[in-house]
């Protein structure tokens, strides 16, 4: 087990950025794959990003090209950069880690979400 706490949430204008944080209580990076997931009001929690163990990245076509996941194995911390908000990414926003190479293979620890809010 592992816990993941997420910082760096709030609330936004649209075409704006924020940097969400995930800090892990142990040194997990280099045999866990690690991903962000979001949870709009009313829809289900979708895969946003995710950083396989050997630091490969993918993103969720909405996204693209406007997030970028990252990591600091030496702060077992993983980041999220949002640039060009939209009100579309209004969300609870939550870190998450897999024992396998890539998040989507199942996830077996969760951070307890932070809340983004974007305005327009």
């Known amino acids: 087990q592992v816990q993941l706490v997420e910082s760096g949430g709030g609330l936004v204008q649209a075409g704006g950025s924020l940097r969400l944080s995930c800090a892990a209580s142990r040194s997990i990076f280099s045999t866990n794959a690690m991903g962000w997931y979001r949870q709009p009001p009313g829809k289900q929690r979708e895969l946003v990003a995710g950083?396989?163990?050997?630091?490969?990245?993918n993103y969720a076509d909405s996204v693209k090209g406007r997030f970028t996941i990252s990591r600091d194995n030496a702060k077992n911390t993983m980041y999220l950069q949002m640039n060009s908000l939209k009100r579309e990414d209004t969300a609870v926003y939550y870190c998450a880690a897999s024992r396998g190479e890539y998040v989507s293979t199942g996830v077996y620890s969760w951070g307890q979400g932070t809340q983004v809010t974007v305005s327009s």
């Open positions: 950083i396989s163990s050997g630091g490969i990245t």
